[in-house]
């Protein structure tokens, strides 16, 4: 996506109070030209939750997630994991 189509996404759901969700693995690996800034590093309105993942980029049997969250969602978000663990 576009620096310019990047920012216009967040001005939206920086408009809408909605959340973005990045899983940018790939950036790094270009044809041509510099890596593409990932959302979550353009973002200045913590709308943008950043998911990955370490079996995209090390090996496919090594099923260990993570996100990156916004302080006003940890809450939110810990409870649900605390919640599923049970």
């Known amino acids: ?3 310019e189509r990047s920012l216009a996404l ?11 969700i990045e899983d940018d693995y790939d950036s790094e690996f270009r044809f041509s030209g510099g890596p593409v800034p990932a ?7 913590a709308a943008v939750i950043l ?6 980029v090390l090996f496919r049997s090594f099923r260990l997630g993570y ?12 409870a649900f994991r605390y919640q599923a663990d049970a």
């Open 67 to 78: 996100l990156v969250l916004p302080q006003s969602l940890m809450d939110r978000f810990l």
């Open 39 to 45: 959302l979550r590093r353009l973002d200045r309105s």
């Open 51 to 56: 998911a990955g993942s370490f079996n995209k």
């Open 1 to 3: 996506m576009s620096l």
């Open 10 to 20: 967040l001005g939206a759901a920086r408009r809408s109070g909605a959340h973005v």
